[in-house]
C-alpha cells in the first residue's frame, strides 16, 4: 500500500546535527513533490521545506541555511539535514506527498508518514 | 508570509450537529486552499483541496467553500469520529502555512 515511513529522530544538544530519513512504497516516489512538515508539541503544523521531482527546492524562512532537503529515487528516500538545531526546533517531523505529480508547484498533501520525534535539548 | 486566521480555536458539539470553521487569509490566495483533520497522536488527514474538491474517502458531510479571502469548512452533521483538530493550509505562494487549528470537542 501507498506508505511513507520517516526516521532519524532523536535527541540532540543544542547546535548539534541530524538527518531524518523517509522511505516512500506503494507509488512512483521519483515524479512527486515531497514536503517535511513539523509539529512542536501541543502546538500546530508548520511547513519545513519542498523538493520537487525535478529538484527543486523551497524552505521556511527559519530553516534557510540550516536545513537541507534531498532526495534519493533510486532509493525512494527522501531526506532532511538538519544543522545549528535550536529549541526552537524541537518537534514531530512529518513527511508528506504533495497531491499533484510531475509538478513544480503546491498543492494539497495527500499522504503523510506517522512521523519521527526530534528533542533538542542539552 | 501569508497569514491564516482560523475561527474558532476551539468549539464544543454534539453529535448531529452543523458545524462550521472559516479560515480568513490576510490576501488573496486564489482558491489553493486544503482542510486537513488530525486526531491525537495521528498525522493529519487530507479533507478538502483546492478549497471545495473533496478528497477521495472523504465523507460527502464534509465541505468547504470560499467568499473572497474567507474560506469555510462545514461538517453537515457531526459523527462521532469526528471529534479531532482541523487545519487549513494555503498553498498559493512560499512559504507555505497552516492555520493555528480549530479543536472539535464533544458537548
Known amino acids: 500500500q501507498v506508505q511513507l515511513v520517516e526516521s532519524g529522530g532523536g535527541v540532540v544538544q543544542p547546535g548539534g546535527s541530524l538527518r531524518l530519513s523517509c522511505t516512500a512504497s506503494?507509488?512512483?516516489?521519483?515524479?512527486?513533490?515531497m514536503h517535511w512538515v513539523r509539529q512542536a508539541p501541543g502546538k500546530g503544523l508548520q511547513w519545513v521545506a519542498v523538493?520537487?521531482?525535478?529538484?527543486?527546492?523551497h524552505y521556511e524562512d527559519s530553516v534557510k541555511g540550516r536545513f537541507t532537503i534531498s532526495r534519493d529515487n533510486s532509493k525512494n528516500t527522501l531526506f532532511l539535514q538538519m544543522n545549528s538545531l535550536t529549541a526552537e526546533d524541537t518537534a514531530v517531523y512529518f513527511c508528506?506527498?504533495?497531491?499533484?505529480?510531475?509538478?513544480?508547484?503546491?498543492?494539497?498533501?495527500?499522504?503523510w508518514g506517522q512521523g519521527t520525534m526530534v528533542t533538542v535539548s542539552s | 508570509a501569508i497569514q491564516l486566521t482560523q475561527t474558532p480555536s476551539s468549539l464544543s458539539a454534539s453529535v448531529g450537529d452543523r458545524v462550521t470553521i472559516t479560515c480568513r487569509a490576510s490576501q488573496d490566495i486564489r482558491s489553493a486552499l486544503a482542510w486537513y483533520q488530525q486526531k491525537p497522536g495521528e498525522p493529519p488527514k487530507l479533507l478538502i483541496y483546492d478549497t471545495s474538491s473533496l478528497q477521495s474517502g472523504v465523507p460527502s458531510r464534509f465541505s468547504g467553500s470560499e467568499s473572497g479571502t474567507d474560506f469555510t469548512l462545514t461538517v453537515s452533521s457531526l459523527q462521532p469520529e469526528d471529534f479531532a483538530t482541523y487545519y487549513c493550509q494555503q498553498f498559493n505562494s512560499y512559504p507555505l502555512t497552516f492555520g493555528g487549528g480549530t479543536k472539535v470537542e464533544i458537548k
Open positions: 508528506a506527498r504533495d497531491v499533484l505529480d510531475m509538478a513544480t508547484i503546491a498543492d494539497a498533501f495527500n499522504i
Open positions: 523538493i520537487w521531482y525535478d529538484g527543486g527546492k
Open positions: 506503494g507509488f512512483t516516489f521519483d515524479i512527486y513533490g
